[in-house]
């Protein structure tokens, strides 16, 4: 049974206090006049508390609680990448409609399973790929769409981060560096090239001890011939860009994917004869992406959308690793020992 529809803004709960959500995600909800911040859960109470006084909502002990709540819409969930596709599942049985932290599942397998209860309930559920809110990528889609670099022939995306120091605080456990870092260029190069992409190649990187992958690329075709070349990991010199290349130009957006709300970007525009630099207006994407999947729930329509972009994502990922390395099956839902600050991820 779909949760039924009500007037005024979007309750929402949030399973977990993980760093993305103090320091990016719960000031967004706080500040979207479309949401309203009822609760915050932890493990542990005083976790809880600490967390919600300073965004001036309740605290509960633990997450089952959480879901158990009459006054919650829907769930924000920060919970380490193995526990995202359980968590999903788990809130959408409870009637709440679900906003999930990149990647929403480790393969294609669990983010059919969260698809399905989303389906059989009319929920939502949406991946937080939040860069795709900032209105930076409009532009870049605009300028393509009129023809700034001619016929498009190639997309470049990368994101690598340093490596962090041992003991760091405020860390995250990191399930795998395509599952954490690679989805963001994955998902660059089908916004630009679209879907359908065949996987032309793939390498991985895997540490020797735990066998999780540190790093890798990829070289990816579309039916319409445009290539895209995809790089990703961390122990590296800090990357977040992507590059267009046409027949006629070129364009580079540096800070593609973790733009600071501040940060005014810049989109370089290589011609024959010119060089150009266009600066945009700061955008708040996390606040942008709090307010589309609150306008979703509100509006009862689009869900599909949603629902199919994460099953693509998943199915491309999953033929990456598997180009890199035949036979090998999805994450399974092990932590690794790596551990990233994610502030590395969302300065």
Same mark, same amino acid.
């Given at each position: 049974?779909?949760?039924?529809?009500?007037?005024?803004?979007?309750?929402?709960?949030?399973?977990?206090?993980?760093?993305?959500?103090?320091?990016?995600?719960?000031?967004?909800?706080?500040?979207?006049?479309?949401?309203?911040?009822?609760? $915050?859960?932890?493990?542990?109470?005083? !976790?809880? +508390? %600490? /967390?919600?006084?300073? =965004? #001036?909502?309740? @605290?509960?002990?633990?997450?089952?609680?959480?879901?158990?709540?009459?006054?919650?819409?829907?769930?924000?969930?920060?919970?380490?990448?193995?526990?995202?596709?359980?968590?999903?599942?788990?809130?959408?049985?409870?009637?709440?409609?679900?906003?999930?932290?990149?990647?929403?599942?480790?393969?294609?397998?669990?983010?059919?399973?969260?698809?399905?209860?989303?389906?059989?309930?009319?929920?939502?559920?949406?991946?937080?790929?939040?860069?795709?809110?900032?209105?930076?990528?409009?532009?870049?889609?605009?300028? $393509?769409?009129?023809?700034?670099?001619? !016929?498009? +022939? %190639? /997309?470049?995306?990368? =994101? #690598?981060?340093? @490596?962090?120091?041992?003991?760091?605080?405020?860390?995250?456990?990191?399930?795998?560096?395509?599952?954490?870092?690679?989805?963001?260029?994955?998902?660059?190069?089908?916004?630009?090239?679209?879907?359908?992409?065949?996987?032309?190649?793939?390498?991985?990187?895997?540490?020797?001890?735990?066998?999780?992958?540190?790093?890798?690329?990829?070289?990816?075709?579309?039916?319409?011939?445009?290539?895209?070349?995809?790089?990703?990991?961390?122990?590296?010199?800090?990357?977040?860009?992507?590059?267009?290349?046409?027949?006629?130009?070129?364009?580079?957006?540096? !800070?593609?994917?973790?733009?600071?709300?501040?940060?005014?970007?810049?989109?370089?525009?290589?011609?024959?004869?010119?060089?150009?630099?266009?600066?945009?207006?700061?955008?708040?994407?996390?606040?942008?992406?709090?307010?589309?999947?609150?306008?979703?729930?509100?509006?009862?329509?689009?869900?599909?959308?949603?629902?199919?972009?994460?099953?693509?994502?998943?199915?491309?990922?999953?033929?990456?690793?598997?180009?890199?390395?035949?036979?090998?099956?999805?994450?399974?839902?092990?932590?690794?020992?790596?551990?990233?600050?994610?502030?590395?991820?969302?300065?």
């Amino acid at each position: 049974m779909s949760a039924e529809a009500r007037p005024g803004p979007v309750r929402v709960g949030v399973l977990g206090c993980a760093d993305i959500a103090v320091r990016r995600m719960l000031p967004a909800l706080s500040s979207q006049p479309l949401v309203d911040l009822v609760a $915050v859960a932890s493990r542990g109470l005083d !976790r809880a +508390r %600490e /967390v919600a006084g300073r =965004f #001036g909502c309740e @605290a509960v002990e633990g997450y089952a609680r959480l879901l158990a709540r009459p006054d919650i819409d829907a769930v924000y969930i920060p919970l380490p990448t193995a526990l995202h596709a359980e968590w999903a599942v788990r809130a959408l049985e409870s009637g709440k409609h679900v906003l999930c932290e990149k990647p929403c599942a480790t393969g294609p397998r669990e983010a059919a399973q969260v698809v399905r209860a989303a389906r059989e309930r009319g929920l939502l559920v949406m991946e937080s790929l939040m860069f795709l809110h900032h209105r930076q990528h409009a532009r870049v889609r605009e300028l $393509v769409r009129d023809g700034a670099i001619g !016929r498009l +022939r %190639e /997309v470049t995306a990368v =994101f #690598g981060i340093p @490596a962090a120091p041992r003991g760091a605080a405020g860390e995250g456990h990191a399930l795998s560096s395509l599952l954490e870092t690679g989805v963001y260029p994955v998902r660059a190069a089908r916004l630009f090239a679209g879907d359908g992409l065949e996987v032309v190649g793939a390498a991985l990187t895997l540490d020797p001890e735990s066998g999780r992958d540190l790093a890798g690329s990829a070289l990816l075709r579309s039916p319409s011939g445009v290539h895209a070349r995809l790089g990703f990991g961390w122990d590296r010199f800090y990357r977040c860009t992507y590059e267009l290349w046409g027949s006629e130009g070129r364009l580079t957006l540096e !800070r593609a994917f973790t733009t600071p709300d501040a940060h005014p970007p810049v989109l370089r525009l290589e011609r024959q004869s010119s060089v150009e630099e266009l600066t945009l207006a700061p955008d708040r994407q996390f606040v942008n992406i709090a307010g589309v999947f609150a306008r979703t729930v509100a509006n009862g329509t689009g869900f599909e959308e949603y629902a199919d972009d994460i099953l693509r994502q998943a199915a491309l990922v999953d033929r990456i690793r598997r180009a890199a390395a035949p036979g090998s099956r999805s994450g399974t839902g092990e932590q690794s020992r790596h551990r990233i600050p994610l502030e590395l991820y969302h300065p």
